[in-house]
């Protein structure tokens, strides 16, 4: 392992390993740490949706969402589609007409987002069954058709990032923890601490997801506000499907629960809802195993139903895997990136939209890093904006 770097990027979820390629590209020597495989908690756990329509309701962040998934799109471009795991077609959602609720929401996000600009379209529901077939749709639904979005089969982008990555000398290592900080006299960052040794840098990103708080605590004299918190989400993967229940995009009727569903890429398919998340939260909470396998048997249970529910050649007996994903949530719901208050060369990134935004923040991140220029686009979610809440 390097015994000194120009950056020490802790944590090699989606956000890291995008950062590691960013930066590979701007310096010499990059180390990455990941203390488990890269890639295996919420950026392999998640539902990897690529979107700006679920975030309508603040412009700023709907923006940094929308230039995230044009982001994608560039890569795809790129790379070509297959190889960063890409998968286009956007997403569509619909409610019932005859029920003032669920078309009250859907009119609501359609407006604030043609508002945004945004590429969002009314479909009717013969227009939805050319683009999903096997769905069932309610004699009087209506859709909306957001063009621009997709989801990510995130272990190919994970390795598409890391080859590029190690491609121009960066190390990139697993099972291995950051254990301390060491800081000059001046209070700057000069050494990480590592189970794999000590590592000379005046950079350090913590990239760690969930663990971020905990590692950004380790650095001597910096007091880690109350700023982030584990939200734990709940999964269920079915498949492979018969060809008559597949869905080719994801796909989020206006339903009690919010209920969503996405192909897999072996054929299968993928779904949730934030009300089981709400069952996999309290399970957690509850620190019980037997609390959490009655909230994997009754959150798999529901979101079968409802699957079955759109989707009616599923049938009953396909086999379900259900999992718990902990995603990092900080504590304005909004990403942390940028400088730590007080201790140079430390800087903190850490997104709920790690798989949309990630490759995005890691750009600008980046740039900013090597260029000293503050950017403008992240100004508004800097670390700082809860060190009163630690006074």
């Known amino acids: 392992m390097l015994e000194l770097a120009d950056a020490v990027i802790i944590g090699g979820g989606v956000t890291g390993m995008a950062l590691a390629r960013e930066l590979s590209h701007r310096m010499s020597r990059v180390l990455l740490v990941e203390a488990n495989r890269c890639g295996a908690a919420a950026t392999a756990g998640g539902f990897a949706w690529v979107n700006a329509s679920s975030k309508w309701d603040d412009p700023g962040y709907h923006r940094l969402n929308a230039d995230g998934c044009r982001v994608h799109h560039e890569m795809a471009t790129v790379w070509d589609a297959f190889r960063t795991g890409w998968h286009g077609g956007g997403s569509l959602a619909w409610a019932r007409r005859s029920h003032a609720t669920e078309m009250g929401s859907l009119v609501s996000r359609f407006e604030a987002l043609q508002a945004l600009e945004y590429p969002v379209f009314w479909l009717s529901r013969g227009e939805m ?9 309610a004699e009087d639904a209506i859709g909306m058709f957001a063009a621009s979005e997709g989801w990510s089969d995130t272990r190919m982008l994970m390795r598409l990032m890391a080859e590029d990555a190690r491609a121009r000398n960066a190390e990139i290592a697993e099972y291995t923890q950051a254990t301390g900080f060491s800081l000059d006299h001046r209070g700057a960052i000069s050494s990480v601490e590592t189970t794999a040794g000590r590592v000379s840098t005046r950079i350090v990103v913590i990239c760690a997801g969930a663990q971020s708080a ?11 506000p109350h700023f982030l918190t584990r939200r734990p989400g709940l999964l269920v993967e079915v498949g492979p499907v018969h060809e008559t229940a597949r869905l080719h995009r994801v796909c989020y009727p206006a339903t009690v629960g919010a209920f969503h569903a996405r192909p897999t890429p072996d054929g299968g398919l993928l779904f949730g809802a934030d009300d089981t998340d709400l069952l996999a939260s ?4 509850a620190a019980a195993r037997s609390s959490l396998d009655r909230a994997l048997a009754n959150g798999t249970e529901r979101l079968s139903a409802r699957a079955r529910s759109i989707l009616p050649a599923l049938g009953p007996d396909v086999p379900a895997a259900a999992r718990i994903c902990e995603r990092p949530m900080p504590a304005d719901e909004l990403p942390i990136v940028g400088p730590l208050p007080g201790i140079e060369g430390a800087y903190l990134l850490v997104s709920h939209s790690g798989v949309t935004i990630g490759p995005l923040l890691a750009r600008l991140l980046a740039h900013e890093i090597v260029t000293g220029i503050p950017d403008r686009q992240i100004a508004p979610y800097r670390p700082a904006r809860f060190q009163a809440s630690a006074c």
């Open 282 to 285: 309290g399970a957690a909470q």
């Open 214 to 224: 905990r590692i950004a605590g380790l650095i001597p004299g910096y007091r880690a």
């Open 129 to 137: 069954e050319v683009l999903e077939p096997n769905v069932q749709f």
